[in-house]
């Protein structure tokens, strides 16, 4: 009798089965100091994935896993920055400061 075919489960489920919390800070201990080094992606995509995929599958995470865990951290980081960015552009628009106190003139 064959074995039964495993489902393959979507992206979040496998974030959210091989990545504990402990080896996810592993990760972006990894990844937060490659971000400040001057090689970067467009758009910041680039040395700290990398270096959060280098950090986990050292931890024991699979390399397929921890770069959809990293792309993953970065497309909620880039929405993160998107829409509060877009909500402040929004409330400066609508009149959120008064004329006067909006820029200091010298």
């Not at 504990?20 to 100091?33: C, W």
């Not at 959060?52 to 792309?71: I, K």
């Amino acid at each position: 009798m064959a074995p039964p075919r495993r489902i393959p489960s979507p992206p979040a489920a496998l974030i959210g089965d091989a990545t504990s919390p402990l080896v996810a800070l592993f990760g972006a201990s990894a990844g937060n100091p490659a971000f400040a080094l001057p090689i970067n992606g467009i758009g910041g995509l680039g040395v700290s994935q990398a270096a959060w995929v280098a950090a986990v599958t050292r931890a024991g995470v699979p390399w397929n896993e921890a770069v959809v865990g990293a792309l993953a951290l970065y497309v909620v980081t880039l929405a993160s920055a998107l829409l509060f960015g877009g909500i402040a552009v929004a409330a400066g628009r609508s009149g959120g400061a008064a004329e006067g106190e909006r820029s200091a003139e010298p």
